[in-house]
């Protein structure tokens, strides 16, 4: 091929993609559905992620203010149209009322990988069996058998901060991790982490691999962004390869050990040996169908490993990010420190599982500040059919459906001065007054958290433990705002949440 040749052809290619991105960028268009204006031709309405313009974390909730007072609307994903649903009764629908349309994530799968098969990104029948039989698991009756085990944990928690409190200031998101990983290894594995008293213990070490922003990861993810099926198709996954084959020895050894010694602990494990030992799980399907799954040692690994990631993250980042607004307010600090005293006065001097359901002002805080920094700043549907959503739309099959958590969250219209942190706002009165989807830190539906409740007594217990002992401050370093890591999945400071801790008087 001479250099004529070699010209024309890259002419001719460049020009059919030039043809098929205009062709698609007028998608939303031919629906007749108002659609964010696709910005660059390649990289659609996401180039301000690519030229570090905005954040992932603040990416949809960006989206949300664009395309008010609409109930919904389009974007791009370089060539992929995706609809963003703003509306909350239409949220409503989606996740409930005809929630088998879109009852899938979108993530990628792949059988080989022993932690691709975890429940939050199970697709279907296989999803909604495994989620049929994990669900006795957090039942209010064994989050109060785990009391116990989380009480344990705090205090180590107090003897950790006790420590380090003649620092100056603490970084308290890696010190929050370090206490929801010993709450996790605990609760789940039935292991004792130590990483309170150890910084860099093995279950620390892998913590931090499985979420720490990567080159490699945020490759990973960009590519992702532009071709969704990509990790699909090329087996890749999201976490390093010494992250598996950790979690896969572990819970081998673990499992053989307890069915060795006959060690039983009614916890997350031991339903999990349960389920394995069925060999076969079967569940009726919404159509009436009995549906069978094969549950394998990968599909074992898998719940251990999500459960151990997203319980730890998740719960340290609210905690440290409570701590942090309670120090901007030592109004509200202190109004909390009152409750706490008050209740354990009444209850001996000591929490137990009934207590912290009766403190309602705790409670307020810890939903406040899952409003102002959701952990899934949005959550991401796939339309399975296609799906009439009002006399006007259609969505057409395998459409991705958007649903901007964070923007929901800062709407002035439901919640007022949206920026600023108010626990009143998850007041009686407050929340009798709002629409019900327009608050969604766990998701809701069938698809809700499973995690929930765990998640939310081992956040309320460290907070209550902490503010009994301490009162905590902003470190001269801290700002009034946070900025994000920009291609975090998770809200990430850049530069860490850094506090004072002083001791309180007995």
């Known amino acids: 091929m001479d250099a004529i040749d070699l010209v024309l052809l890259v002419t001719f290619i460049f020009l059919i993609i030039i043809y098929y991105a205009s062709y698609r960028r007028k998608y939303w268009a031919r629906k007749k559905i108002i659609s ?64 088998n349309y879109f009852m899938d994530r979108g993530q990628p799968l792949d059988e080989k990988n022993p932690l691709s098969q975890n429940l939050f990104n199970l697709k279907g029948e296989k999803w909604r069996i495994l989620r049929a039989k994990l669900t006795p698991t957090f039942t209010s009756g064994k989050i109060k058998i785990m009391f116990n085990l989380m009480k344990e944990c705090t205090t180590e928690l107090i003897e950790m901060i006790d ?16 206490y929801t990983t010993d709450v996790i290894s605990s609760c789940v594995f039935g292991l004792q982490s130590n990483s309170q008293k150890d910084p860099d213990s093995i279950f620390r070490q892998m913590g931090r ?12 993810a960009i590519i992702a962004m532009v071709i969704p ?17 950790f979690f896969t020895s572990l819970v081998s050894k673990t499992i053989k050990y307890r069915e060795d010694n006959g060690v039983e602990r009614n916890d997350f494990l031991d339903l999990l040996i349960a389920l394995k030992k069925q060999e076969v799980l079967t569940h009726n399907s919404a159509s ?30 609210t905690l440290s990010f409570a701590l942090y607004e309670l120090a901007k307010h030592p109004e509200m600090q202190e109004k909390l420190f009152d409750e706490i005293s008050e ?12 207590c912290l359901q009766q403190m309602p002002y705790l409670d307020q805080v810890v939903c406040e500040t899952l409003r102002m920094y959701p952990l899934l700043p949005s ?5 399975n059919e296609n799906y009439q959503l009002d006399e006007h739309t259609v969505i057409d099959k395998n459409t991705r459906v958007v649903i901007p958590v964070k923007g929901l969250h800062y709407d002035p219209s439901y919640y007022e001065n949206p920026t600023e942190f108010n626990p009143e706002n998850f007041s009686k009165e407050a929340r009798a ?24 007594m081992q956040v309320k217990l460290g907070l209550a433990t902490i503010l009994r002992n301490y009162s905590v401050s902003l470190s001269p370093k801290m700002s009034s705002s946070l900025e994000y890591k920009l291609l975090a999945f998770v809200p990430t400071p850049k530069d860490g949440i850094w506090l004072k801790f002083k001791k309180r008087s007995a």
Request: with cysteine.
């Open 229 to 245: 099926k990509f990790r699909e198709i090329f087996k890749i996954s999201f976490f390093e390869k010494d992250v598996q084959d």
């Open 433 to 456: 007054k709002r629409h019900h989807f327009t608050y969604l830190p766990f998701g809701e539906g069938p698809r809700i958290c499973i995690g929930l409740r765990f998640g939310l």
């Open 288 to 317: 009436g169908e009995i549906c069978h799954v094969e549950f394998t040692d990968n599909l074992l690994t898998a719940q251990c490993f999500v459960f151990f990631s997203a319980g730890f993250e998740t719960s340290s980042g």
């Open 36 to 99: 964010l204006k696709p910005g660059n031709i390649i990289m659609g309405s996401t180039g301000d992620i690519f030229l570090k313009k905005l954040s992932l974390y603040n990416y949809h909730a960006k989206m949300y203010e664009q395309l008010a007072p609409h109930k919904y609307g389009g974007y791009y994903n370089f060539f992929t149209p995706v609809l963003v649903v703003r509306d909350p009764d239409i949220i409503k629908t989606i996740f409930t009322k005809d929630f």
């Open 209 to 220: 691999k499985a979420f720490n922003q990567t080159t490699r990861r945020s490759v990973v």
């Open 343 to 354: 209740t354990l006065e009444q209850n001996n001097g000591s929490f137990n599982y009934e």
């Open 163 to 178: 420590t380090s409190v003649e620092k100056e200031e603490i970084e308290v998101k890696e010190m929050m991790a370090r």
């Open 379 to 383: 959550l991401v549907r796939i339309c």
